[in-house]
């Protein structure tokens, strides 16, 4: 066989495995539900969280919400998960959708406690 032949077989070779670790780390980075997993959100969002990855944390949580759109435990969760993350914008306007259901529930009190160090000048969470 040329060496041109070689080339050919070792190119070939290098690009099956570059093909094969591709799909190989497609399957392993895919997202799938914590509930098609039959893991609770939250507590894979508290895992998350826990270890420091908001970004991990807002990914399964808005996952949820669109199995669960009213869950307000999910809502507020993921209201952490943006506080911890520094998404000052996401944050308000999920508490602003949440403040008519919790205004009047001790968790609001934190919820504007957390609005307030985000953003500081926010009537929302005067």
């Known amino acids: 066989m040329e060496l041109a032949g ?13 093909a094969y670790l591709l799909a190989y780390w497609r399957r392993q980075h895919r997202f799938v539900k914590a509930s098609a997993r039959g893991i609770d959100p939250i507590g894979e ?14 990914r399964v949580l808005q996952a949820a919400l669109q199995d669960e759109p009213h869950n307000v435990a999910i809502q507020v969760t993921l209201l952490r998960a943006f506080a911890e993350g520094g998404k000052a914008k996401e944050y308000r306007q999920l508490a602003a959708h949440l403040q008519p259901q919790l205004e009047q529930q001790a968790i609001w009190q934190q919820i ?15």
Request: charged share 20%; no cysteine.
């Open 6 to 18: 070689y080339e050919l077989l070792l190119n070939a070779s290098l690009l099956g495995g570059v």
């Open 45 to 58: 969002a508290e895992v998350f969280l826990f270890s420091h990855n908001p970004k991990a944390a807002i």
């Open 112 to 126: 504007r406690k957390t609005g307030q160090t985000l953003l500081p000048h926010d009537e929302l969470f005067r």
